[in-house]
T-cell receptor
Framework: QKEVEQDPGPLSVPEGAIVSLNCTYS??????FMWYRQYSRKGPELLMY????GNKEDGRFTAQVDKSSKYISLFIRDSQPSDSATYLC???????????FGTGTRLQVFP | GAGVSQSPRYKVAKRGQDVALRCDPI?????LFWYQQALGQGPEFLTY????????KSGLPSDRFFAERPEGSVSTLKIQRTQQEDSAVYLC???????????FGPGTRLTVL
């Protein structure tokens, strides 16, 4: 079992929809939770990170962490075709510098 | 902008050849990370440097893989006697504040024939 699990999709939604992307994790030592966006043939781009439980909002993006259920979410409001990419969740424990990634969810937003 | 740069962007090698992949981190970033990303998968950690010190190399898949950062800036990932299973994208990331805020380069796509 991988430490971070993520549904690979693909997820296809119409423009303007609210998108929900999710991951689960198994390591209780994880303290930081990151979301990266990766366009085809590009490197991952850090969208946002959350420390411990709670919500964090940045524009159309909201990250949510529920440590009690070991569940990580990213919500995208008013999705745009330019949001079409692979979204990677990643986690980091307090005693290591090793990011653990999920497999990524491929999102397609059609006009 | 002065982001992380990697070279070459694409590399084709014959099985058994040695390859060297270069990473130029963001200026002033103390930490540097290498990852391997197979097709359809998330990046997997290979190794981590803080300045010139290699603090973690637990992700290197075999002793054919070697990384260095001699002056605490540019880093090179070397793969000796390449095998077909080494075909992947090799990503470099750097960080100033900590591992939770890593900035990635575009990657080097290695194809071993």
């Amino acid at each position: 079992q991988k430490e971070v699990e993520q549904d690979p999709g693909p997820l296809s939604v119409p423009e303007g929809a609210i998108v929900s992307l999710n991951c689960t994790y198994s390591n209780s030592a994880f303290q930081y939770f990151m979301w990266y966006r990766q366009y085809s043939r590009k490197g991952p781009e850090l969208l946002m990170y959350t420390y411990s439980s709670g919500n964090k909002e940045d524009g159309r993006f909201t990250a949510q962490v529920d440590k009690s259920s070991k569940y990580i979410s990213l919500f995208i409001r008013d999705s745009q075709p330019s949001d079409s990419a692979t979204y990677l969740c990643a986690s980091l424990s307090y005693n290591t510098d090793k990011l653990i990634f999920g497999t990524g969810t491929r999102l397609q937003v059609f006009p | 902008g002065a982001g992380v740069s990697q070279s070459p962007r694409y590399k084709v090698a014959k099985r058994g050849q040695d390859v060297a992949l270069r990473c130029d981190p963001i200026s002033g970033h103390v930490s540097l990370f290498w990852y391997q990303q197979a097709l359809g998968q998330g990046p997997e950690f290979l190794t981590y440097f803080q300045n010139e010190a290699q603090l973690d190399k637990s992700g290197l898949p075999s002793d054919r893989f070697f990384a260095e950062r001699p002056e605490g800036s540019v880093s090179t990932l070397k793969i000796q006697r390449t095998q077909q299973e080494d075909s992947a994208v090799y990503l470099c990331a750097s960080s100033q504040l900590g591992a939770h805020e890593q900035f990635f380069g575009p990657g080097t796509r290695l194809t071993v024939l």
